[in-house]
């Protein structure tokens, strides 16, 4: 496990992003690992469910919400400390949003919110140095739909690499195993590679979906046009290593270094697939002897005690 955050600081410092600076890489999983801590707005409905949150009405915003709410730490900002990162308020609430609300309401992410969310980043500025990148590389503007890919394409990136800080980090507490490894300092990250830029219509023959399973695109190996010039902007290694997996994982793919580290983060930590994709019954005498009735219905009392719902 020690030796896998190793490997996560080194991917962090070695490997260009999808289309995050460095700078706003890191801060992703810092904010991961302080949303699971130090946030007392998000705790304090986890514990206590505000009538709200509780039972929300249908099309419920959840991205506005949370957005409303004031979380601290928020996004790391610049304080006047070089080791401290530098965000623009726009942007430090749009990614503090996202982060927060995937570290501690996993349960209220839905379609609205990530269409939510991809609008707002991208208006928040955060794709203003790749719609520079863009410019400069075809000599024309970005057009919307680049835009909305791109964008769809960053919220990858964002989940990707907060699971993985968010995963390392409440590892090492569950087991008490000593201090959490410490991402890398601000002064490591000087020296990491700037993003990548991928231009996805220029990588892919096609994008697709598959609402029955997952909102978010994704591609598959044989989309890929690998005579594009965005092909090579991928290291040679990465590609050979795209395993081939099932939805929804497969709409993270558009980080796709990230996606292929994460892979062996979900082979360290998870349990093997022909496991975990077994058939689970119910959890009762038929399956195990020592639960009965009354245990069932006690699980199911609290739980709808904790979340304030008379079902």
Known sequence: LRALAQDFNTHLITVPGSILPPNLRLGVAICARDALLKCKTCHEDVID????????????????????????PGFPTDGNNDNEISVSVNTEKCLTTIIHALICHQDRIDQLFYEDAVAALMSCGILDEYADSFDADTGRPMEKEDAELAARAVYCEIIVLAVISQALHLTFLSLGDGEVPALPSWDK????????????RDLL????YDKASAFSPFFVSSDVISDSSEYNKIRAGTWTKLPYVPLPY??????????????SVQATL??????MLLRWGVLGPSRCPTVCRRDVEAVAGATAKAHRCTY
Request: glycine share 4%; with cysteine; hydrophobic share 40%.
């Open 189 to 200: 990250m000087k020296g990491a590679p700037q993003p990548s830029n991928i231009r996805y």
């Open 250 to 263: 497969r709409c993270a793919i558009f980080a796709i270094e990230d996606f292929v580290f994460f892979r």
């Open 205 to 208: 023959k096609q994008v697709r």
């Open 49 to 72: 469910r505000r009538s709200s949150m509780a039972c929300p009405l249908p099309n419920a915003r959840f991205y506005s919400i949370f957005a409303g709410w004031r979380h601290e």
């Open 270 to 275: 998870y349990l093997a697939l022909k496991d």
